[in-house]
């Protein structure tokens, strides 16, 4: 568009171009995010030889200032750092300083430092410092950190 030159001359010049220094294609890196094993491993041994073999997802995250409303089901882990109500069955879920849990949840692990509320039926749990956990729960082994806050009804599975 700028250029005088006629396109004969143009054309040249990119042949010339091509032949001597070949065009690099860009390379383009995704980052990948790395999730300690909650549970290092099933089996004792510490190789994670006894994980199942649905647990190697990425994990997902519903971040603060987004709402979700509905059914979540996976073998995954979830972080939550804003708003999800209903319905939640996972392997791992972890609700952040801002996030806020109101439901029915099944989890093999969770850790609170956020606001939960409803039924939660897990294995894991622990609870931080600044978290607020008012419902029905029911777990295997619990971790309440100082300063976090329980209301509701607790019940350790056998």
């Known amino acids: 568009m700028f250029n005088k030159r006629r396109n004969d001359e143009r054309d040249k010049v990119v042949m010339t171009n091509e032949i001597s220094q070949p065009a690099a294609e860009p390379?383009?890196?995704?980052?990948?995010?790395?999730?300690?094993?909650?549970?290092?491993?099933?089996?004792g041994n510490g190789n994670g030889a006894g994980k199942p073999a649905g647990n190697n997802l990425k994990p997902?995250?519903?971040?603060?200032?987004?709402?979700?409303?509905?059914?979540?089901?996976?073998?995954?882990?979830l972080t939550i750092d804003g708003t999800v109500r209903g319905t939640l069955s996972l392997h791992s879920i972890q609700i952040g300083v801002t996030g806020v849990l109101d439901g029915n949840v099944t989890c093999d692990t969770m850790n609170v430092k956020g606001n939960f509320s409803g039924a939660l039926d897990c294995r894991d749990l622990t609870i931080?410092?600044?978290?607020v956990v008012d419902g029905k729960v029911s777990f295997k082994s619990i971790t309440i950190q100082?300063?976090?806050?329980?209301k509701g009804e607790l019940k350790k599975k056998a």
């Open 128 to 131: 931080g410092s600044r978290a």
């Open 27 to 43: 390379i383009v890196a995704e980052p990948e995010i790395m999730m300690p094993d909650p549970e290092p491993s099933m089996n």
């Open 60 to 77: 997902s995250i519903i971040s603060e200032g987004f709402e979700f409303i509905g059914e979540i089901r996976s073998s995954g882990y």
């Open 146 to 150: 100082r300063g976090g806050v329980v």
